[in-house]
């Protein structure tokens, strides 16, 4: 049973920092590009930063200079920090993970929320 799960969510003032950190159980975790994605209320969910499985990372232009994603294979475990939060960044958190060869191996975590507010 594949699980992804999320947690570092929380609420924070505008200009602070989370750490957020999906857990994956069931996959083989090096097999998988890992991502993050975010969807605010009425809004449509998101690309926020994905990692490769070789590494390679890849960001929104609204978190570039802000979010760094990262991955550890031997804790099977993808982390976004995100510093200079904004209120705009406020939104339900997911963690994705896709198979990087094999279409259909796609799963979704069940999110965290953050909320950016003074």
């Known amino acids: 049973q594949v699980q992804l799960v999320e947690s570092g969510g929380g609420l924070v003032q505008p200009g602070g920092s989370l750490r957020l950190s999906c857990a994956a159980s069931g996959i083989i975790f090096s097999m998988y590009g890992m991502g993050w994605y975010r969807q605010a209320p009425g809004k449509q969910r998101e690309l926020v930063a994905d990692v490769s499985s070789g590494g390679r990372t890849n960001y929104a232009d609204f978190v570039k200079g802000r979010f760094t994603i990262s991955r550890d294979n031997a804790k099977n475990t993808v982390y976004l920090q995100m510093n200079s939060l904004k209120p705009e960044d406020t939104a339900v958190y997911y963690c994705?993970?896709?198979?990087?060869?094999?279409?259909?191996?796609?799963?979704w975590g069940q999110g965290t929320q953050v909320t950016v507010s003074s």
């Open positions: 994705n993970a896709v198979h990087r060869r094999v279409l259909g191996y796609n799963y």
